[in-house]
Nanobody, 126 residues
Framework: QVRLEETGGELVQPGDSLKLSCSVS????????VAWFRQAPGKEREFVAA????????YYADSVKGRFVISRDNAKNMVYLQMNNLKTEDTAVYYC???????????????????WGQGTQVTVSS
């Protein structure tokens, strides 16, 4: 059974940094595209970042480019999201996702991903 579990969400102040972790079990992570999405209250789930299964190319939403970094440790079956210079608009539930068959043109689409975690709350507030 495939399971993804996010940890690391908490209440922080604007300008702070935070690192989210996603532990993956039930599959070998290496051939999978992994991604982070987020969902704020009353809004649709939106793409944050992804790392492709091949060559490790990374992709980011414009709103987080230069502040967030996605990474993975295939040996540990872990995915990470380093978030720097957090803003109040980054407040959301953050979800880790994985799929082996994501095509590049659709990697920002939640429906492309078969496997999801339950999410971890990140709140940025002064």
């Amino acid at each position: 059974q495939v399971r993804l579990e996010e940890t690391g969400g908490e209440l922080v102040q604007p300008g702070d940094s935070l690192k989210l972790s996603c532990s993956v079990s039930g599959l070998t992570l290496r051939p999978y595209t992994v991604a982070w999405f987020r969902q704020a209250p009353g809004k649709e789930r939106e793409f944050v970042a992804a790392e492709r299964r091949s060559y490790g190319n990374t992709y980011y939403a414009d709103s987080v480019k230069g502040r967030f970094v996605i990474s993975r440790d295939n040996a540990k079956n872990m995915v990470y999201l380093q978030m720097n210079n957090l803003k109040t608009e980054d407040t959301a539930v953050y979800y880790c996702a994985a799929d082996q068959g994501v095509i590049m043109s659709a990697m920002r689409t939640p429906a492309q991903y078969d496997y999801w975690g339950q999410g971890t709350q990140v709140t940025v507030s002064s």
